[in-house]
């Protein structure tokens, strides 16, 4: 076996570690505050207020129509971005193709997806 495999393996261990390792070390994390958690329980230790905000900042809040919208139309300029890219690489570099609008759709359509459901979601944002 030659560089010219251990190239492409090393490219996706490095995509494999870099999604795998922070939901590891997330899961660890996690696992080590359940236990300190339930031997001061087991000690009758009352929580502390910081450990009880803690853990109900790590619960994923419901999602929202604002965040929807934003998440839309960032989409949106994304994929618009993309698109963008294509044509004028392609208009300058004379090609004329313009493949990349394939590609330039699958955001796009994401964003419009996610702004529409921001018009049927029923939960507000929390005012805070």
Known sequence: MGPEIFVPLGAFAMVV??????????SKERGEMQATIRAAIDK????????????????????SRLRDLRTGVIWLAVGIGVGLATYFG????????????GIASI???????YIVLSFFNPNKEPRV
């Open 107 to 113: 955001p796009a359509v994401i964003g419009v997806a």
């Open 17 to 26: 570690a870099i999604v795998v390792f922070p939901f590891y070390f997330k």
């Open 44 to 63: 009758g230790q009352p929580l502390p207020p910081e450990v009880i905000e803690t853990l109900t900042k790590s619960v994923k809040m419901p999602p």
């Open 90 to 101: 392609d208009f300058i570099h004379g090609s004329g193709d313009f493949d990349g609008f």
